[in-house]
């Protein structure tokens, strides 16, 4: 059975830090990219980081330099550093994984395969 997991959600102060999981099961990481998806509370799910499967990684905008994506395929895990966090980093994080050489567009459409999501509060 094809299967993400993703793991290391939780509440956490504004500036402090978290790191995701996510571990896949049932297929082989390392022919795929895979990005890391936001969806803050009551709008759409983005596309935030993401690495390719000779790790390049691609960043938006308001995630660039604070957090950091990074893949072990001998455990089948990527992971994503979350530093300096805040307020608006809250929601509902999800991986997802890409077969396609476009995976860097972030579109929902192109990813395969998805994880049931992990949520992320940032609160003082």
């Known amino acids: 059975q094809l299967q993400f997991v993703e793991s290391g959600g939780g509440l956490v102060q504004p500036g402090g830090s978290l790191t995701l999981s996510c571990q896949a099961s049932?297929?082989?990481?390392?022919?795929?990219?895979v990005t890391w998806f936001h969806q803050a509370p009551g709008k759409e799910r983005e596309g935030i980081s993401g690495?390719?499967?000779?790790?390049?990684?691609k960043y938006a905008d308001a995630v660039k330099g604070r957090f950091t994506i990074s893949r072990d395929n001998a455990k089948n895990t990527v992971y994503l550093q979350m530093n300096s966090l805040k307020l608006e980093d809250t929601g509902i994080y999800y991986c997802?994984?890409?077969?396609?050489?476009?995976?860097?567009?972030?579109?929902?459409?192109?990813?395969?395969?998805w994880g049931q999501g992990t949520q992320v509060t940032v609160a003082s």
């Open positions: 997802a994984a890409s077969p396609r050489p476009d995976w860097f567009n972030f579109k929902r459409f192109n990813y395969a395969y």
């Open positions: 049932g297929f082989s990481l390392d022919t795929y990219s």
């Open positions: 690495i390719s499967r000779i790790d390049n990684t």
